[in-house]
Nanobody
Framework: QVQLVESGGGLVQPGGSLRLSCAAS????????MAWYRQAPGKQRELVAG???????KYADSVKGRFTISRANAENTVYLQLNSLQIEDTAVYYC????????????WGQGTQVTVSA
C-alpha cells in the first residue's frame, strides 16, 4: 500500500480555480492508474479524473474541459487543476492509487475539501 496526502482545497467563488495535490509516500510509478474522486454530502463517491502510467486520461463528463489531471512520477505527486468551478463541484476530493481502470484501489488519502460558494 501507499499513503496519500491531499492538499490544495479551499473556499472559492464560482468561476474560480484551485490546484489540488496528492503526495504519495513512495513511488507512484507502479500504480497503473492514479485518480481523483469526490464525494458531496448525501451522494456517493464518484470518479472525477484518472491518469494512467502512460499518460492516458479520463474525465467525468461533468468536468471535461474544466479539470486537468497530471502526474509527476519523479515527484510521487498527482495534481488536479480545477478551473471554472461551479457550485456543484463542492465536495471532498480524494486521491486514489489503483492497479487498473476497473475501479479504485485500496489506497485512499484523507481528502481535501473544495467549497464553491458566492
Amino acid at each position: 500500500q501507499v499513503q496519500l496526502v491531499e492538499s490544495g482545497g479551499g473556499l472559492v467563488q464560482p468561476g474560480g480555480s484551485l490546484r489540488l495535490s496528492c503526495a504519495a509516500s513512495r513511488s507512484i510509478f507502479w500504480f497503473v492508474v492514479m485518480a481523483w474522486y469526490r464525494q458531496a454530502p448525501g451522494k456517493q463517491r464518484e470518479l472525477v479524473a484518472g491518469i494512467s502510467r502512460g499518460g492516458i486520461t479520463k474525465y467525468a463528463d461533468s468536468v471535461k474541459g474544466r479539470f486537468t489531471i497530471s502526474r509527476a512520477n519523479a515527484e510521487n505527486t498527482v495534481y488536479l487543476q480545477l478551473n471554472s468551478l461551479q457550485i456543484e463541484d463542492t465536495a471532498v476530493y480524494y486521491c486514489n492509487a489503483g492497479p487498473n481502470w476497473n475501479g479504485p484501489g485500496d489506497s485512499w488519502g484523507q481528502g481535501t475539501q473544495v467549497t464553491v460558494s458566492a
